[in-house]
């Protein structure tokens, strides 16, 4: 069973010495109650700044809708350059969380009307700069004069971080596949769930604790829950995120 | 958790009402709350004891219905009770003698007695009694009632009931008029309250409770209404609505006068006074008051007594014209009862509890009493017993009941600030010393910076467990008591909750026998000072 709002606060409020929640109080809480809420909510912001890629924050499940890599399909348009990384946000405070700007992938499988051979390619993410000072140019002339349009091979960040954008223009339908990350989202009622698997609920509640002793003017207690959080948070990316084992070879012997 | 700190408090001072919040943060021991609780002579605040019927699941009615007992005392080796119209003896509270018969002057056997006609108490109201000892087997009690002469009645003969000899009549104080207050004072019986004469106090022939004709007896009329009187010492102490007198040298005609004691102070009524620690407590206006004697000979100290409830005396005096007011001492426990009620729905209480330092107070709630009486019975044994509206006689002061129903009891500590009231303190726990009459489950509640909504308050009781009577070398009985229970155990309760003070509340609500409760430690950590 997914662990709730209500039973991490409570888990806190008890490590704490202090009054456990219920759900019919738990909206008009007041006072060191509310200020765990609170905490609750500060920690895993915390948490998901300092490491937005965390796997539980996946925007979908790798491969859902399409074999490829990747967990957002975004399908782009002859002569467009730009698209919403999240397709229907409105602003930043709903876009993406994080976007893995490394494993963008352009291919024409599985878009209507295609046969083989298909284009199926990894595109090279260029900073913005690069891309003004070296492309931007001549793909803007060409749009302008003859519309000749290309096949992408490099993806760019727009300033504004809401759009990717793909360098040269599309010259036809692809589609992008990418992988991206959600916001962790502000828990308000009860029984909101949390999406850390509960093993690693410890990382939450010990950054919490480190905010309470801080309320309560404990520096040595908030450094040691500082240094429990720090710990946790080592295992969990250690866990959840290190890349897999790579074979390292010394040859030296053979020379 | 960081470094916590103790708090060690010990409960004395009784129930105070008179101070302030802040006030009581110097004052940890005493009550801001104390219902059904006493304060122990030995210290500690222990639960009351509860009554029951006399004569228990037999027990029966004096007049047969639930007829107000209007008076109640023990005599001989039974208890005599008003109710109604008539004067009632019962060895058991089982079987009742109506006993308001005239007998010949020489007595009457049984069976004589039985068969005299009744001497109805008509209109009989609240009863007051004086008890002549003589060289008599039990001594001759005095009832009076304010509706009729004076009942005088006594009886002789140790064996059943059926074998003694009764003598009884009635005293002619002033004329036929009735009589409200009986006493004795220096071998004389004293009547005050006579109905048209209500500022004169009557006193019989010295040792001859009967006459108030012959030599020696005399009337002393004073300016203000009498309330009650009470022989203190060598003088007799006339409480009237406004002032308070003596009488001095009532054995010598020629120097007998009337001194006054006060003029501003009166006693609000005659049922509240008693003797007790070598003073007279009676209740007046602005509280309860001693008439103490002082190292001056023929000098009195008037002094307030009750300033730390005193909002509980304003309360009765404002209502006076409602309540029932009765009193009793309990001298085993240096106890001063009073107990006031409408009859209807009030049915409350105080006792003052004689200490080193005074008078420490508790309240009683939920036990009316429309008549008490105490006195000690023909072997010696201080004996209790009240009457109510029900009708029935009950033993005071006895039991883990009322009468079969729970006994709720309350001790609410006034709130702790641990020495700062700044700063935030998270409780960790508490160590309650208790002692047990019995196996016990009291509860306490927690409640954070004086019960504010604005702090989260503990929704529940916490549990103190069961506290198991001691058993003692040399007093255990190897089947009834329980092996481990310890003569003042301390009992560790873990504690949820912070604030920046916080009182407990001790609660029980049932009909396990009664503990005390000596005095507290607590284990808190300080939180900062936002």
Not at chain 2, 245 to 258: E, R, Y
Not at chain 2, 385 to 403: A, E, I, M, R
């Amino acid at each position: 069973m997914a662990t709730t709002y209500l039973d991490i606060t409570n888990e806190v409020l008890r490590e704490l010495n202090e009054l456990p929640l219920t759900s019919a109080n738990f909206a008009s809480a007041i006072g060191l109650q509310q200020f765990v809420k609170d905490a609750i909510n500060k920690s895993i912001f915390d948490i998901a700044n300092e490491e937005p890629q965390l796997p539980f924050l996946s925007a979908g499940l790798s491969g859902a809708t399409d074999p490829f890599y990747g967990n957002v399909t975004v399908a782009t348009t002859a002569g467009t350059r730009w698209y919403l990384l999240k397709a229907g946000s409105s602003s930043l405070a709903d876009d993406y969380g994080s976007v893995d700007w490394d494993d963008f992938y352009l291919t024409t499988i599985n878009v209507s009307g295609e046969t083989a051979p298909y284009v199926s390619k990894g595109l090279r993410f260029i900073n913005l700069e690069d891309w003004k000072r070296y492309y931007r140019d001549s793909e803007n002339e060409d749009d302008a004069n003859g519309q000749a349009y290309g096949e992408p091979v490099r993806v760019i960040k727009s300033p504004d971080s809401r759009k990717f954008g793909l360098s040269p223009i599309p010259d036809k339908e692809y589609n992008v596949h990418f992988y991206a990350f959600n916001k962790p989202t502000k828990l308000t009622a009860y029984s909101d769930t949390i999406v850390f698997p509960e093993q690693y609920s410890n990382v939450i509640t010990s950054r919490a604790r480190y905010y309470v002793w801080q309320f309560k003017e404990s520096p040595q207690q908030a450094a040691f829950a500082l240094e429990d959080h720090k710990k946790a948070m080592r295992h969990m990316k250690s866990n959840l995120m290190n890349p897999t084992p790579r074979v390292m070879t010394d040859d030296r012997r053979y020379f | 958790m960081a470094r916590s700190q103790p708090y060690t408090v010990a409960c004395a001072g009784g129930l105070v009402k008179s101070a302030n919040s802040i006030d009581l943060l110097r004052t940890p021991g005493v009550a801001r709350e104390l219902r059904n609780f006493e304060v122990s002579i030995e210290g500690g605040y222990r639960r009351i004891n509860g009554y029951t019927k006399l004569g228990g699941a037999s027990a029966t009615r004096p007049t047969g219905s639930a007829t107000q007992i209007l008076g109640v005392i023990p005599y001989a080796d039974g208890v005599i009770a008003c109710a109604g119209t008539g004067i009632y003896f019962s060895q058991d509270g089982i079987t009742w003698l109506q006993v308001n018969r005239l007998s010949a002057v020489s007595g009457d056997n049984y069976a004589t007695f039985t068969g005299k006609a009744l001497s109805a108490r008509t209109g009989q109201g609240q009863c007051s009694f004086a008890v002549f000892e003589n060289s008599y087997d039990y001594g001759e009690i005095i009832i009076s009632d304010g509706a009729n002469r004076p009942f005088s009645f006594r009886m002789e003969g140790t064996g059943a009931l059926n074998t003694r000899t009764f003598f009884s009549s009635l005293i002619t104080v002033d004329s036929t008029n009735s009589v409200k207050y009986v006493t004795v004072h220096d071998h004389h019986l004293i009547a005050a309250g006579v109905d048209n004469n209500d500022s004169t106090v009557y006193y019989s022939v010295n040792n001859d409770p009967d006459n108030f004709t012959g030599v020696g007896a005399g009337a002393i009329t004073i300016s203000d209404k009498i309330v009650g009187i009470r022989g203190f010492r060598e003088d007799l102490i006339i409480f009237c609505e406004n002032s308070l007198h003596k009488l001095i040298n009532i054995n010598d005609s020629g120097t007998v006068a009337v001194v006054p004691v006060a003029e501003n102070v009166g006693c609000l009524s005659g049922y509240s006074i008693q003797e007790i620690g070598g003073d007279l407590v009676f209740l007046a206006p602005d509280g309860l008051r001693t008439v103490a004697g002082t190292a001056r000979i023929g000098d009195v100290e008037l002094g307030t007594v009750s300033k730390a409830i005193q909002p509980l005396l304003n309360d009765i005096a404002r209502n006076i014209n409602d309540y029932t007011i009765t009193s009793m001492v309990h001298r085993d426990k240096s106890q001063y009862r009073l107990f006031y009620s409408d009859l209807v729905g009030i049915k409350n209480g105080i006792i003052g509890t004689l200490r080193p330092n005074g008078f420490e107070w508790s309240e009683i709630r939920g036990i009316e009493v429309s008549a008490i009486g105490t006195a000690f019975n023909e072997v010696g044994i201080e004996e209790h017993y009240h009457g109510s509206t029900s009708g029935y006689v009950y033993v005071h002061d006895s039991g883990n009941s009322f009468d079969g129903s729970n006994i709720l009891a309350r001790f609410g500590t006034p709130d702790y600030d641990y020495g700062d009231l700044g700063t935030l303190k998270t409780l960790h726990y508490l160590k309650v010393s208790a002692s047990a009459e019995g196996v016990v489950t009291p509860d306490i509640q927690v409640r954070f910076d004086y019960g504010s909504s604005d702090t989260p308050q503990p929704s529940s009781l916490f549990d103190l467990g069961t506290i198991d009577p001691p058993s003692l070398f040399g007093d255990a009985v190897f089947g009834t008591n329980i092996f481990g229970g310890a003569e003042n155990p301390l009992i560790r309760i873990p504690l949820q909750g912070s604030g920046y003070s916080n009182n407990f509340t001790v609660i029980s609500e049932d009909t396990k026998a009664p503990y005390t409760i000596n005095g507290f430690y607590i284990d808190f950590i300080p939180s900062g000072r936002r």
